[in-house]
């Protein structure tokens, strides 16, 4: 099972992302949980500086844009092979 965290304060772009991550792992029908991760000092401890971030399992995948639908599958994809 994939563990998608979404890091960001819950601006339009992060529930954006949020929206993608979960239509991309449907997609691929993979098992899957979102977190939400949106204290301040949570991120940080990510060395995340720009968010929405993305995060797989732990390891950040992308931060400080929404890629859109395709490329979350290509991620989630790719971390899925790597477990």
Request: charged share 30%; glycine share 8%.
């Amino acid at each position: 099972m994939l563990k998608i965290q979404i890091l960001g304060t819950g601006c339009p772009k992060c529930r954006e992302l949020a929206k993608q991550a979960e239509q991309a792992a449907k997609k691929l029908g993979i098992e899957f949980t979102i977190e939400k991760i949106d204290k301040i000092d949570e991120i940080m401890e990510f060395g995340v500086m720009v968010t929405p971030a993305l995060a797989v399992n732990g390891e950040v995948k992308l931060s400080g844009k929404t890629p859109g639908v395709e490329k979350l599958i290509q991620i989630l994809s790719e971390s899925q092979n790597r477990k």
